[in-house]
């Protein structure tokens, strides 16, 4: 499976920007969709995660009510719509999948999953 990512770059605080991932080669389908990012230094930290069968939801407290996450269950592709972006959510974004989740688990710890997480290359967010 490949994830690959469109999206990203610099951006004005209060700014908005979109993320898109596509997941090629993903026979199995996976259940679970989402949106990690990482600063040097840090751990990489979980920001939004969607199940793509229900739709269902899971955000980290720090982007409820600014990021929503999408998925198109049928292309297997997902995106995050980032509001009123602040200095802090500087970051490289990485999209991921798995064949299967329990949202908050895996949101809070990528390992918690059913099966290896897969992930993408990486797209830097810059909000100055």
């Known amino acids: 499976v490949q994830l690959v990512e469109s999206g990203g770059g610099p951006v004005q605080a209060g700014g908005s920007l979109n993320l898109s991932c596509t997941a090629e080669?993903?026979?199995?389908?996976?259940?679970?969709m989402g949106w990690f990012r990482q600063v040097p230094g840090k751990e990489r930290e979980g920001v939004a995660v969607?199940?793509?069968?229900?739709?269902?939801?899971q955000y980290a407290d720090s982007v409820k009510g600014r990021f929503i996450i999408s998925r198109d269950k049928s292309k297997m592709t997902w995106s995050l719509r980032m509001n009123s972006l602040k200095p802090e959510d500087t970051a490289m974004y990485y999209c991921?999948?798995?064949?299967?989740?329990?949202?908050?688990?895996?949101?809070?710890?990528?390992?918690?999953?059913?099966?290896?997480?897969?992930w993408g290359q990486g797209t830097q967010v810059t909000v100055s």
């Open positions: 991921a999948a798995v064949i299967g989740c329990s949202r908050q688990p895996w949101l809070r710890d990528p390992g918690q999953a059913q099966g290896p997480t897969n």
């Open positions: 080669g993903d026979q199995f389908g996976s259940r679970c």
């Open positions: 969607i199940t793509r069968i229900d739709g269902g939801t």
